[in-house]
């Protein structure tokens, strides 16, 4: 069901959360073997949807009444296992709910349980899991996407009718994509990331995973908004919803020369030939721009990501909280804990990003990866003065198979390179299904200048309506 349906029929009294919880219990309970898209459920999950009961009959106003709703396991929750799907965080317990919980509960919403990501949040197929990967309910054979495939997939596979996930470098987005769902990322502040675990600090945002554009803009209304608990939060008010039903007519989107000069895929370009056909039909304009950094955006993005990574993951140490194995000294320790607790793509980012902040590289390779993001951000504005949105592929191909590009680092990270350069600037972005190559599901992704993300839901629910819906759909399982 989608969460729409859900919140009316439970404020109606035809149903109740407990009932709905139920009914999506034992979903999970005949496909997460197959899927596996949670790490763990909430087992307070049906008082969780009782304690909403209550509100309700006490006369609450609430805009998810009753809604399940799955989280990344990198966002904190009070009371349940909170472990990045690393070795390093098992069996850490919040004391608190990050502000989007927080946002969540009070309006009804009763938490499904985490789901399954790459190892804190490094990945781009949800394979680096100290749990195991997550499988694309598309095709069982292929991933997911990353770092937020568990929350993809279950919002596919109709697990779970909305999610949260989080964005590095497209880890919203590009699941999205992978799973026939829309993703929204928003532009930078616009969500608290208070309780989020970081990664890197200056891309992490919170974003939103839902199966029809209605669904995305009641979430992302939720849990956006200023939060004086995040020095980084805008001061600005959710109207996400308020942006549906706008008029596109006379708005002009920007295809991005560079991102489609070549590789990708027929399924995609076929995508985006008919997304430019239908939304002709609506009154958009297109024209091409160029944004001529784009080509550096992912050797600059993995360069920011790492070194940021070094810099938060030093916390885990073997002292304070997670994963201690006990050597003779204090080095001894942390060296045996993070060894350990960190799987390969940890390491391998830990010991990258160590490098370029080092004495003798840091100008070489952080400094230029600097400069690089600020040419990227004027070459965005200079396309945001041609373009009111601009357009892209999501990812250059569907899913690929479990496994492929696992011995390949370089090829995993090539996975994000329609993504990157949106974290890198800070702007807000959107997945939307447009189309399938063969059986799996295509994405094309949406940029907005920053501060305009409404625009984004207006364009997006636009083509959901004229092709009455044909590309975002349950996945067939």
């Given at each position: 069901m989608l969460a729409?349906?859900?919140?009316?029929?439970?404020?109606?009294?035809q149903t109740t959360p407990s009932e709905v919880l139920n009914a999506y219990l034992a979903r999970i309970e005949r496909?997460?073997?197959?899927l596996r898209a949670f790490i763990r459920l909430n087992p307070r999950a049906l008082e969780e949807a009782r304690q909403v009961e209550g509100r309700l009959g006490a006369g609450e106003v609430l805009p998810l009444a009753g809604v399940p709703v799955a989280l990344k396991d990198n966002i904190c929750t009070r009371g349940l296992e909170t472990t990045c799907a690393s070795r390093v965080l098992a069996s850490f317990v919040p004391p608190y709910d990050a502000t989007v919980v927080e946002r969540l509960r009070q309006a009804g919403a009763v938490v499904l349980g985490k789901t399954n990501m790459d190892e804190f949040a490094m990945g781009s197929s949800t394979e680096y899991s100290a749990f195991g990967p997550t499988r694309n309910p598309w095709d069982p054979e292929r991933v997911p996407g990353g770092t937020s495939g568990g929350s993809a997939a279950a919002v596919a596979a109709d697990l779970a009718p909305v999610a949260?996930?989080?964005?590095?470098?497209?880890?919203?987005?590009?699941?999205?994509?992978?799973?026939?769902?829309?993703?929204?990322?928003p532009t930078y502040g616009r969500i608290s990331r208070y309780g989020v675990v970081a990664t890197a600090s200056s891309l992490d945002q919170v974003g939103t995973l839902a199966r029809t554009v209605a669904d995305l803009a009641l979430l992302t209304d939720v849990v956006s908004g200023p939060d004086p608990r995040d020095s980084t939060s805008l001061e600005a008010e959710p109207r996400f919803a308020q942006a549906l039903g706008a008029s596109v007519r006379g708005l002009t989107v920007g295809l991005v020369r560079e991102a489609l000069a070549e590789g990708n895929s027929p399924g995609v370009l076929e995508a985006l030939e008919r997304f430019r056909a239908v939304m002709e039909g609506r009154g958009v304009r297109f024209v091409e721009v160029s944004v001529p950094t784009l080509r550096y955006a992912l050797a600059a993005y993995y360069i920011v990501n790492t070194a940021e990574i070094s810099s938060n993951l030093a916390r885990y140490d073997g002292t304070l909280y997670g994963l201690r194995v006990p050597g003779e000294d204090s080095v001894a320790t942390m060296?045996?804990?993070?060894?350990?607790?960190?799987?390969?793509?940890?390491?391998?980012?830990?010991?990258?990003?160590t490098f370029v902040l080092s004495a003798g590289y840091?100008?070489?390779?952080?400094?230029?990866?600097?400069?690089?993001?600020?040419?990227?951000?004027?070459?965005?504005?200079?396309?945001?003065?041609?373009?009111?949105?601009?357009?892209?592929?999501?990812?250059?191909?569907?899913?690929?198979?479990?496994?492929?590009?696992?011995?390949?680092?370089?090829?995993?990270?090539?996975a994000d390179v329609d993504t990157v350069a949106v974290n890198l600037v800070g702007l807000p972005a959107m997945s939307l299904p447009a189309g399938f190559e063969g059986h799996l599901p295509v994405g094309l992704q949406l940029v907005a200048p920053p501060m305009q993300d409404e625009m984004l839901f207006s364009l997006a629910q636009a083509f959901e309506e004229a092709t009455e819906r044909q590309f975002a759909r349950q996945a067939p399982l």
């Open positions: 729409q349906e859900i919140a009316e029929l439970v404020r109606s009294g496909l997460e073997p197959q949260l996930g989080t964005d590095t470098g497209g880890s919203v987005r590009q699941p999205a994509a992978f799973c026939g769902v829309y993703g929204f990322k060296m045996r804990s993070r060894e350990k607790g960190f799987g390969p793509e940890a390491r391998r980012r830990i010991l990258m990003g840091y100008a070489a390779y952080y400094g230029r990866a600097l400069r690089a993001r600020a040419r990227l951000k004027m070459d965005m504005e200079a396309a945001f003065s041609q373009a009111d949105l601009l357009l892209t592929p999501t990812s250059p191909t569907p899913a690929f198979r479990l496994g492929e590009k696992t011995g390949d680092p370089l090829a995993m990270y090539l």
